[in-house]
């Protein structure tokens, strides 16, 4: 049995949307130990009904997304020792989003938000068309390259305090997924989708706090795509197509 000294106090938030509480559990410390690592621990070991995701544990699906120690995580990317520094460490399912049980959230809203910004591509092509050839050096082509590689994993969406205080903004993922579709040539949706983020609760909502430039742990910039939204939506309108 491991040492008191080598045991981290571990709080885990337990519970549903309709409520719940902390609850707190010894998990001995490893070399190189991920957060994901204690919570597996926890869940196989300790309580076997605690509610969590992940699937590829390398930081590549970002179903793993928790808030520890306030702060939304990937936890499979997340090693205690840089979250905790020695101290307690606190576990709790993503903010701005409801749920389900203990850390497991429900994404319905986060993707709803990603349809009413559009962020779905429709071709100006069809099958029988020539292939579009877009040379890697074209400048749409690097803004686009700049934000595709987000993989939906929320954590922007946590971390953004306009969402925390009105649930109706579309969120940073949704309009930085409208921006690189905006800027894909490609796509035949551009003027929809600008009327689609230039609303109430679209990208003039933004405070630019750059909270999911902080955070997202692809290291992209939502706050940058959404200023250049402000800005192509602005131009839309002066052209009186909005």
């Given amino acids: 049995m491991p040492l008191a000294?080598?045991?981290?106090?571990v709080r885990i938030w337990r519970g549903t949307e309709h409520g719940g509480a902390w609850a707190t559990y010894p998990v001995p410390q490893r070399a190189n130990q991920t957060v994901l690592?204690?919570?597996t621990y926890v869940q196989r070991e300790l309580e076997p009904t605690l509610s969590y995701r992940f699937a590829c544990r390398v930081g590549m699906c970002g179903?793993?997304?928790?808030?520890?120690?306030?702060?939304?995580?990937?936890?499979?990317?997340t090693h205690v020792h840089d979250a905790a520094g020695g101290e307690a460490l606190a576990i709790a399912p993503l903010p701005n989003l409801?749920?389900?049980?203990?850390?497991?959230?429900?994404?319905?809203a986060f993707f709803e938000k990603w349809q009413r910004a559009r962020g779905f591509?429709?071709?100006?092509?069809?099958r029988q068309d020539e292939f579009a050839r877009i040379p890697p050096d074209d400048a749409a082509?690097?803004?686009v390259d700049a934000g595709v590689e987000c993989i939906n994993c929320a954590v922007c969406y946590a971390a953004c305090d306009v969402v925390a205080r009105r649930p109706d903004y579309l969120g940073p993922a949704a309009l930085n997924r409208a921006w690189t579709l905006i800027n894909d040539e490609r796509d035949a949706d551009d003027t929809d989708r600008?009327?689609?983020v230039a609303g109430d609760a679209g990208c003039h909502a933004c405070h630019s706090q750059q909270g999911c430039r902080e955070r997202c742990p692809k290291h992209l910039n939502p706050s940058a795509a959404i200023a250049a939204l402000k800005r192509a939506t602005m131009w839309a309108a002066l052209r009186g197509q909005l």
């Fill in 5 to 9: 000294s080598d045991l981290l106090d």
């Fill in 37 to 39: 690592d204690v919570v």
């Fill in 63 to 77: 179903s793993c997304a928790m808030a520890v120690n306030g702060i939304p995580r990937w936890t499979c990317r």
């Fill in 98 to 108: 409801p749920v389900v049980k203990d850390l497991c959230v429900d994404m319905d």
């Fill in 121 to 126: 591509y429709r071709s100006k092509r069809t």
């Fill in 141 to 143: 082509r690097r803004l």
């Fill in 194 to 196: 600008l009327r689609s």
